[in-house]
């Protein structure tokens, strides 16, 4: 099983994209969850990043799992499971476009699964398309308006991939909101209580 997305957190409140990881080894990980950028190192207010920030280093490809979950895809195109499980390998290996083409295959078959939904947005924000990233979060959320991982991806979407604070903290206090008992609630106040500091200063 592939480890969870919130063991890649670094110490000092660098929030990272790993909420509510229930699928592991079958779906995409989260976006930003290895180095996002403090709040503190952003750019000034409505300054745009150029990058998505960096992931970790790719995890040895299982080629013998690969090829059978190919062959399990070949003869039966249906097999959402399979097209989860190969979407993520690939996602793991950085190669965005192939995983992006699995879930969609995916959300032809299930229009209605959110996670899937939200792991296509993961990778666009990867892929440094953040405005169909954000696009697809919106998405996300009109088939599911509280879904916790979908709000909190789209704050880290919005702030990194726009420098748009003001929506971060939205979506994300939308998220504290409605999720209280969501994992990482504390940090995630703690980023929002960050932001709005943040965009006190001239």
């Known amino acids: 099983m592939r480890k969870q997305a919130w ?18 080894k079958k779906r995409a990980p989260d976006i930003v969850r290895a180095t996002p950028l403090p709040v503190e190192s952003l750019g000034p207010a409505g300054s745009v990043p150029s ?4 992931e970790p280093p790719p995890p040895p490809l299982d080629t013998a799992r690969l090829q059978q979950l190919e062959t399990e895809i070949k003869n039966n195109p ?3 499971e399979a097209l989860i499980e190969l979407g993520g390998m690939h996602f793991d290996q950085k190669n965005y476009p192939k995983a992006i083409d699995l879930y969609k295959r995916v959300l032809e078959l299930q229009p209605s699964n959110v996670e899937v939904s939200t792991d296509i947005g993961t990778a666009l924000f990867y892929s440094n398309r953040f405005d169909e990233a954000i696009a697809q979060f919106q ?3 009109a088939l599911q308006p509280n879904h916790p991982r979908t709000l909190f991806n789209m704050g880290v979407a919005l702030l ?9 903290i939205q979506a994300w ?26 965009e006190k200063k001239p």
């Open 139 to 141: 998405k996300t959320l």
């Open 173 to 198: 206090e939308k998220l504290v909101q409605n999720n209280p008992n969501f994992p990482q609630v504390d940090l995630v106040k703690e980023q929002i209580r960050q932001l709005k500091e943040r």
């Open 78 to 80: 249906k097999n959402i």
């Open 51 to 54: 990058q998505a920030p960096e």
């Open 160 to 168: 990194h991939g726009r420098n748009d604070a003001p929506g971060a």
């Open 7 to 24: 063991a890649f957190l670094l110490v000092g409140f660098i929030i990272g994209f790993g909420a509510l990881y229930t699928w592991t």
